[in-house]
């Protein structure tokens, strides 16, 4: 079977494990592997390439990914999507594997639907917002850059008594910061997902500085667009020098980590396995420590945080 591989949308670490694990699987089973470079852009002008053991050697420490991606605005006319196909069938492709989020399978699904070719998804987002899935690649290690960070911004924010606002990234979820306050100790939280109780906020904050608290930490997501509202409340309200960090697109970027590194190999294996099942329009999902698949109509429902995770937050109440 011809089959390749392309990113498509945002970027996370992870990707370039899953490409040199595709590549080496590929040629295991027999099956020749193909990179799609730049995303949905390159498929519509034919950017397609054989892959071989070389393009892959010495690429599992990298972050981003050595095929490029893309967002497209073109691939929403027909006419550019039958481009597509042609690129593809002029080599006899028939079957794509896409490391994107939910945006990236609709546009592939659609592109399913439409012509002779079929396609297994793997989760690929810092974002953390695919239905079905515990984790997608790229997320742990975005978790770990924002560890760093914020064990870095206590240091100073320690020091000299000020409250830090750490903006996170996720689009509209929350994830990535209900994880990282929970296990940074942030004093504060807010997640679009949740109301934010600004009262028992300030009363417990107030009562922590009159015992001795020299500082605060509030993890913002950026989805809830109040970044610059807490770092205000903290000033005025609370009476703390307050400074804002944009964390921004270092989280998308930096060496995978070894959780990442396994989930990239796992999350290949099984999309060449569903395509050799005959599986079609699927994506596979990681639950409770194993691989499988679930239909696309099943994993575009809309993702909502775990419950647990929620109830660690302070003041949600």
């Known amino acids: 079977m011809k089959i390749a591989i392309m990113g498509s949308g945002g970027d996370a670490p992870g990707m370039n494990p899953a490409i040199?694990?595709?590549?080496?699987?590929?040629f295991e089973l027999d099956h020749i592997p193909f990179f799609i470079c730049d995303g949905l852009e390159g498929l519509i002008d034919g950017k397609i390439i054989k892959a071989n053991y070389k393009d892959v050697a010495g690429i599992i420490h990298r972050g981003g990914a050595i095929i490029g991606s893309s967002r497209s605005q073109r691939w929403y006319e027909k006419s550019y999507r039958a481009k597509a196909y042609d690129?593809?069938?002029?080599?006899?492709?028939?079957?794509?594997?896409?490391?994107g989020g939910d945006g990236s399978f609709r546009a592939l699904d659609l592109f399913r639907k439409e012509f002779d070719i079929n396609f297994i998804g793997i989760p690929t987002t810092i974002d953390n917002d695919i239905y079905g899935t515990d984790l997608c690649l790229g997320v742990d290690t975005a978790l770990n850059v924002i560890r760093d960070a914020i064990d870095k911004i206590r240091d100073t924010a320690s020091t000299l008594a000020r409250a830090f606002v750490v903006e996170t990234m996720g689009r509209e979820c929350g994830y990535l910061a209900a994880v990282s306050a929970i296990t940074s100790g942030a004093?504060?939280?807010v997640i679009p997902e949740v109301d934010f109780n600004k009262s028992l906020a300030a009363t417990i904050l107030r009562q922590e500085i009159?015992?001795?608290r020299r500082y605060i930490l509030a993890v913002v997501a950026e989805g809830s667009k109040r970044t610059k509202e807490i770092a205000t409340w903290l000033e005025k309200d609370i009476g703390m020098e307050t400074r804002i960090t944009v964390l921004g697109h270092i989280q998308r970027g930096g060496n995978p980590s070894i959780k990442d590194r396994l989930l990239g190999f796992g999350f290949v294996v099984e999309a060449i396995e569903a395509l050799a099942r005959g599986e079609e329009g699927h994506i596979v999902i990681y639950k409770q420590g194993t691989f499988s698949t679930l239909p696309l109509n099943e994993a575009l429902k809309t993702y909502t945080i775990d419950t647990e995770i929620l109830s660690l937050i302070n003041f949600l109440d």
Not at 20 to 26: P, W
Not at 87 to 99: F, P, T, Y
């Open 210 to 212: 009159q015992n001795g």
């Open 87 to 99: 690129n593809l069938a002029k080599i006899g492709i028939e079957a794509l594997i896409v490391l």
């Open 187 to 189: 004093e504060v939280c």
């Open 20 to 26: 040199k694990r595709f590549v080496e699987l590929c």
